[in-house]
Structures are given as C-alpha cells and as structure tokens.
C-alpha cells in the first residue's frame, strides 16, 4: 500500500520539486500538499497530477493536526524570502518547531527536515547568522522531542539564478549578480528540482531498512562544488552571445 507523505512548501521551489517527483510513484506514495492557498495556479496543478491538497500555515501551529494525521512520512521546508516574513528571521524556527510538535503528535514515521548547520560552528563563533542557527535549533528540538527524522542540509540552488535574479538577460549581454560572495569562492551546488527531490524520495524509500544509518544523521545535498567565476563561465558557453573580453570580465562583489 502507497505510503502518505505531507509536502510542505508545496506549490514552492523545494516542496514542489520533491511532490512532483513523488507523484511518479504512486505505487509507493500518495501525496498530501500543504499550501496557505489551495486555490493558486500552483496548488491546482498539484491537485491535477495527483496531489490531496490541503489549507495549513506553518505559522498557525493549530492548522497542522488534520494535516499531518494519517501521513507515514512529510517532507518540511521553510522559507525565508517568503513574503508574508517581515523582519522575523525567528519565525522559521517557529514554524519547524510547529511542525515538528504537529508530526509527532500525529505518529509520523519519517520525517525529513531541511536546515541548514550552524553558522557559528562553521565560522569557529565569528559569525551569527539567525537563518542559520534558527534552522539548525529545530534540528535539536526535533530530536529532544523524540521525533524519528532524518535531516537535510541544502546547498546553494542553481534555480536561484533565475528565481533570485542572480543572472539577468539583456539584449546584448548576460549579467550575473550575487552579493558578498567573491568569484573565487568555492560554493557547494545544488539542483533542486533534479538532486533534492531524488535525495529524498531516496530517504524515504530507505527508511525502514536503513533507518539506524539515518536517524538524526545530516545529508548533505549537493552536486557540484563551483566558484561564481565558474558558474559565469557556464551560462556563457550555453548562451547565445559569443564570449568577448568585455562579456567574460569577472568581478569579485
């Protein structure tokens, strides 16, 4: 019998890419998608290729028992350039907590969290980044509640040239943009659509014969380790402007 697995951020970059993937298996999965909107273009599309769509707000600890019931696993993304956060970099922990409590209480098997680690633990305490430190708690709440998950931390996302305005398209030439980061910096890559949604269909689909490897462990999911002066090189060669010395020019941010 399929198994029923809870998307959050469904109708979004990673939820969606993860629904979508498992709407290929309906042998295996059902798909429950949690959205604030039922009624948007992309909840629609999400209902038409299979999808149980349902009204639920991570923020709204209360919309999440009906939800979560009845699901062996869930897949839970929260989003910072969400536009309903205003200068509440806090309230994604709030919402993985919400979400954590929710699927516990509702005897969720497997649950897979995407986070990120801590940014004080990388930069030795030089640099505290809330987005950072406030996903990374939840991984800590999830396992003092007992919760069984495993735990997912992203990398950079190529879809973040086109969906963050990274990269922009003239008539003449390409412009690529990333704040703060130098063009030699080694960045860790990742496809959502294709690498994340694969790395968690795999979890899932492992669990029960590999759940003591798993549990609380963090998975990196990446593809690639590439500089912005590499990234540029390769939007280069796939567009359709000839490379010039003006057009290849790389400055560091």
């Known amino acids: ?14 939820g969606g890419s993860v629904a979508r993937l498992l709407l290929q298996s309906p042998s295996d999965f059902t798909v429950r998608a949690l959205t604030r ?5 992309a909840a629609k599309a999400l209902k038409e290729a299979g999808a149980e769509v349902v009204k ?31 200068n509440d970099p806090a309230s994604e922990e709030t919402q993985g907590r919400h979400a954590a409590h929710a699927a516990l209480q509702a005897g969720v098997e497997c649950f897979v969290w995407s986070t990120l680690p801590s940014s ?11 987005i950072y430190e406030g996903k990374h708690r939840v991984d800590s ?18 879809e973040n040239q086109v ?25 860790h ?24 490897e798993l549990l609380y462990q963090h998975l990196y999911a990446m593809d690639a380790v590439r500089t912005p002066h ?8 796939g567009s359709n402007f000839p490379p010039t010395s003006e057009q290849t020019k790389h400055e560091d941010c």
């Not at 004080?120 to 809330?130: R, T």
């Not at 998950?149 to 190529?158: K, L, M, P």
């Not at 990742?190 to 492992?206: F, S």
């Open 1 to 14: 019998m399929p198994r029923r697995i809870l998307i959050t951020g469904a109708t979004g970059n990673q």
């Open 37 to 41: 909107n039922p009624n948007s273009e």
């Open 56 to 86: 639920g707000d991570l923020t709204d600890r209360n919309s999440l028992g009906a939800a979560f019931n009845g699901c062996w696993g869930a897949f839970v993304a929260t989003n910072f350039y969400d536009s309903t956060i205003t």
């Open 120 to 130: 004080l633990e990388i930069s030795k305490g030089k640099v505290l980044c809330e």
């Open 141 to 158: 709440y999830i396992q003092e509640i007992g919760l069984p998950a495993a735990f997912v931390f992203t990398g950079n996302f190529y």
């Open 163 to 187: 969906f963050r305005s990274h990269v922009v398209e003239y008539d003449d030439h390409i412009e690529f943009k990333q704040p703060i980061i130098k063009g030699d910096v080694k960045l």
């Open 189 to 212: 890559m990742l496809w959502v659509e294709r690498d994340l949604a694969a790395i968690v269909k795999a979890i899932l689909t492992r669990w029960e014969t590999t759940r003591e």
């Open 230 to 237: 590499e990234i540029c090189a390769i939007i280069e060669q």
